[in-house]
């Protein structure tokens, strides 16, 4: 089967919804979705929007999988590089090369875009996923540990 990847549009949000909630479950976390088909498509595809989205679709014209990202920066090579956010692809597609081929788009955007690094992150439980990574030759970034400030948590530490 072949498989052709496109922008998304916000045409795509209740999809792209539907694929963030599965990703969510598959990494055991479904309860923690907020998102709505309309904060998506506002924040994905509104006015002043930092995101980027994309749809593989089988050759019937079916949504197979998605990824979404954003450009962070580099201080250190002064250049932007592209961070994948969330990368899925559904069970009955897995293994059938949909993911590497949308890395491989993604890889493709962040060298036309002169970025300087092309990043993600990954659940350490996630072995089919590291197996795929490795095998395109992805480095794990080991020495980092990851923090992160959320709701009450972040407006507390906002508030002073």
């Not at 949000?13 to 990703?23: C, D, P």
């Amino acid at each position: 089967m072949s498989y052709r990847i496109r922008n998304a549009t916000a045409a795509d949000a209740a999809i792209i919804l539907r694929f963030i909630t599965e990703l969510a479950v598959y990494e055991k976390a479904g309860h923690e979705v907020e998102a709505t088909v309309e904060t998506l498509a506002e924040s994905l595809f509104g006015p002043g929007s930092v995101t980027r989205a994309v749809i593989c679709e089988s050759e019937a014209g079916e949504p197979v999988g998605f990824a979404v990202w954003f450009y962070n920066y580099s201080t250190w090579q002064a250049r932007n590089g592209l961070y994948l956010e969330d990368l899925y692809v559904t069970p009955e597609h897995r293994g059938a090369g949909v993911g590497r081929q949308l890395l491989r788009h993604l890889a493709k955007v962040a060298v036309a875009e002169g970025c300087g690094r092309f990043e993600w992150s990954v659940l350490d439980w996630n072995e089919p996923a590291i197996r795929a990574y490795d095998a395109i030759g992805a480095e794990p970034q080991n020495e980092w540990i990851r923090y992160r400030l959320t709701g009450d948590k972040l407006k507390a530490f906002a508030g002073g």
